[in-house]
């Protein structure tokens, strides 16, 4: 009883740090993530290439190799050291983790939207360019809603991987759930029960994010529970004649 | 020579590299196997819920997967680290304790991550397998034994391969993890190089080439077997 008193102001005041590396990564990595898709998914050869590579080498190499790189590699670096902008990031363990997760996340997040996009029927996009859709308002409209719908349920996982991912922050001393776990595991030698309140604040932490894609998954496919209780017989002839 | 790519040479950490990479790869075999062997078990547990097992097994892969690996091997080495070392002092191995326990821990350790995500995998693909085969099998009679070593396995472990790919290279990626806790593997020999020559940029940059060779060749494996697989089923 004592120990939960001891442990879960400390281990709660973790879970913010957690959350909010976790939010400001997803956020940046997402954008570059899409970025990263369209220039692989574009005809020219030099962006589709710089894309591939990018996420084969992040995808590649463990998390942790990437973050120690950031935070203790980059600082030797005199171009890095020069830079006021870059040595900001740089110098600060939780700057740092968020720009190592957000790149990582990227990579990942680059990967299952290209899926998404790909997905997406070729009839439909011909049918917005033969409208006189202009480029920027077919992806708007008909691309990536189409696209995000299909990747959302992998999307879902790759942000419990960010919540997992960190978890790293604490080897450069950036003191989150884990972080925090491991100080109080030495403190208090109550190893198990210490392992049981972190672990259960991921938990939840991971759930919720689980119901919110649930959530945003419903709201996005809300076209499909109407359409299914009357219409379902003209539906299949539609999709019958796309294929 | 700004960082220091003459001292890795000169200071031999070339063999001092290429001996962590071993003992990289020999942690995450171990553990792959390891993680297979619990992913059989428990998928087969999960498939068939069998059922006060199959509700431990739930438990296992949901708080596994949701939780970090890093706070999982912390778990494992902290809770165990006295214990083994009064067992092992007791019988006079004092020096075993330090080499050769880290490596056990750690396989353990990341041998229980990649058999949750294992697990997943294979109930997958046993799910895949058309109940119709299983029944046809069992009106000819065949003895259930049999039925998984003709039927069922052959078809799981095709489906499952490109899964079985992906709990691989996460795995070999995860044992960077035991690192923190001093296994001498591919990360922490980056790290005490990097600490005595203060040349940590060249240092991790040849770590992280070293696991992309080994995420790439393995890649270039698993489509090797994938293929294999896909020839003999067209058969």
Sequence with gaps: ?243 | MEFGLWQVWEGGWVTAILRGAAVTIAVGLSSMVAGLLIGVVCGLIKWARIFPLSLLVDGYTSVVRGVPELLVIYLLFFSSVEFVTKVITAFGYAGLAESGYAFVIAVIAIGAISGAYSTEVIRGALASIPNGHIEAARALGLPASRIFRRIIAPQMLRIAVPGLNNVWQTTIKDTALVSVVGLQELMRISYIGANSTRHPFIFYLIAAVVYLVITLVSQAGFDGIERLLRIRARR
Excluded at chain 1, 106 to 125: D, N
Excluded at chain 1, 130 to 157: D, K, T, W
Aim: aromatic share 10%.
């Design chain 1, 1 to 243: 009883m004592e120990l939960i008193q001891l442990a879960v102001p400390v281990l709660l005041k973790g879970l913010w740090v957690t959350a909010a590396l976790t939010l400001v990564s997803v956020l940046i990595g997402f954008n570059l993530g899409l970025g990263l898709a369209l220039m692989r998914l574009s005809s020219n050869g030099l962006l589709a290439g710089f894309a591939k590579y990018y996420s084969n080498v992040f995808r590649g190499t463990p998390l942790l190799v990437q973050i120690f790189i950031f935070y203790y590699g980059l600082g030797e670096v005199s171009l890095v050291r020069d830079n006021a902008v870059l040595w900001w990031v740089i110098r600060d363990g939780s700057r740092c983790a968020v720009l190592a997760l957000a790149l990582n996340t990227a990579a990942y997040t680059s990967e299952i939207l290209r899926g998404g996009l790909m997905s997406v029927p070729v009839g439909l996009v011909e049918a917005a360019q033969a409208c006189g859709m202009s480029r920027v308002l077919r992806f708007r409209r008909i691309e990536f809603p189409l696209a995000i719908r299909q990747a959302l349920p992998a999307y879902g996982n790759e942000l419990i991987l960010v919540v997992k991912g960190t978890s790293l922050a604490s080897t450069i001393t950036v003191l989150e759930i884990t972080g925090y776990a491991k100080r109080l595991m030495s403190q208090t030698f109550a190893i198990f029960e210490i392992f049981a309140i972190a672990g259960l604040l991921y938990l939840v932490v991971n759930l919720s994010l689980i119901a919110i894609i649930r959530l945003l998954e419903r709201f996005l496919m809300r076209h499909e529970s109407q359409s299914r209780q009357g219409l379902s017989a003209p539906r299949s002839d539609e999709s019958a004649a796309v294929s």
